[in-house]
């Protein structure tokens, strides 16, 4: 009787040991589902450490799970809350919080690179509903939108209600856990808070916040570019899967259309982003050339930093001598050294301009500053 208590006891103590162990390393999928695929067209698969698993209709989807669709694949994920994502193809993106109770909703998704279609069902209580990319965080409350991430811009497209673009956190590490065991996603960065309202769009690109939304339906580049995001993001809508290998280019090219018209009415902030996100969107060396021609611009009417203007005209002539901006980038870094009485530099830039382009647009021009 003496050994059987302390065996007994030993025993007990195993057993809750054993327990314990079990209810820690249950496996996440453990926890109830974020959501169902109901519909999953070509390659869709859940990315895991050192592999992927297909998915199919009917997959149950949890969070800490990634999603990653083929070239010509798209999914629909509906989830606990009434609301649905709309994966485009050639996208991935990860359930990085879900939660809904009584009185409270967070639901964060990360959309790695791609696009997403997201329906958000409505919801009264306190409301927490984010779709973010590298470059751009979008807020919802009951709304209708498109997210973009492709080549490090972020792109909102909204179709209903209001989305609130904000930037994302400046990190993402070492999150405390709340009291459900689940971390703490660190709050975006909503300082310089953009609304998009119904049929309007805005974007962003690293080191740049969010542009004030535009008309999707003024710019038919534009308008286009949604037309083929929406069927991207819906099985039920056949996709152009050609047009939609253009859309970084078709983008690219709204974007130094756009950031001529903001440059006109002197939106230098916003000019600068389009810019930005149109060198980031399209390697293309006329996109790249123009490109440092309006920045050139910006920095010689708008910011007044003469030595950046410089810098962006010059890195013209030696990188993108090919190019159509090279002749206005000739006259312009002649004009800047003019109005800085950089005679000389002024004189032998001209001179350079006129055996290049001797028909030239600025010809005339340039023949009275050098006095023939």
């Given at each position: ?12 103590r ?6 314990l ?8 999928h ?25 998915i ?22 509906r ?5 649905q ?13 879900f ?18 279609r997201?329906v ?8 927490r509903?984010?779709?973010r990319t ?52 660190p709050p ?28 999707i339906?003024?710019?038919p580049?534009?308008?286009?570019a ?9 099985p ?12 970084p ?18 939106v230098?902030?916003?000019?600068e ?35 950046k ?9 030696t990188e ?5 901006a ?10 800047l050294?003019q ?7 002024a ?22 500053f050098?006095?023939?």
């Open positions: 009787m003496e050994h059987t208590l302390p065996r007994l006891t030993l025993w007990l195993s057993l809750m040991a054993l327990v162990m079990l209810v820690l390393v249950q496996p996440a453990a926890r109830p589902p974020a959501g169902e695929v109901i519909e999953a067209q070509g390659e869709v698969v859940r990315v895991e450490r050192g592999g992927s698993e297909p199919t209709v009917g997959t149950n989807v949890f969070v800490g799970d990634r999603i990653k669709t083929g070239d010509q694949s798209r999914a629909i994920v989830l606990r809350d009434g609301s994502l709309q994966i485009g193809n050639r996208s991935e993106l990860e359930i990085q919080r939660r809904v109770q009584t009185s409270e909703r967070e639901s964060i998704f990360s959309l790695i690179s791609g696009k997403v997201a958000v069902a409505k919801f009264q209580g306190n409301d509903w984010e779709v590298p470059t751009l965080v979008a807020g919802v409350r009951g709304t209708d939108f498109v997210a973009v991430s492709d080549k490090n811009v972020g792109m909102i497209f909204t179709d209903e209600g209001n989305v609130a673009a904000g930037s994302p956190p400046a990190k993402e590490t070492s999150m405390a856990l709340g009291p459900n065991g689940y971390p703490l996603a975006a960065d909503y300082s310089s808070e953009v609304h998009s309202t119904a049929g309007k769009m805005t974007e962003s690109t690293t080191g740049h916040p969010p542009i004030a939304a535009t008309d339906a003024d710019d580049l534009l308008a286009a949604h037309k083929a995001l929406r069927a991207s993001t819906d039920t809508i056949p996709a152009d899967w050609k047009a939609l290998e253009r859309l280019a078709m983008l690219a090219r709204w974007n130094l259309n756009y950031a001529h018209l903001l440059m006109e009415r002197s230098w902030r916003d000019a982003t389009t810019i930005a996100c149109a060198m980031a969107l399209d390697p293309d060396a006329e996109v790249q050339g123009e490109g440092w021609l309006l920045r050139g611009g910006i920095h010689a009417r708008g910011t007044r930093d003469l030595t203007a410089e810098q962006a005209y010059r890195h013209i002539l993108f001598p090919q190019t159509q090279l002749e206005p980038g000739l006259f312009n870094l002649g004009m050294y109005d800085q009485g950089r005679t000389d530099e004189r032998g830039v001209f001179n350079d301009y006129l055996t290049r382009f001797p028909s030239g647009p600025h010809a005339k021009s340039v023949r009275f050098l006095g023939q």
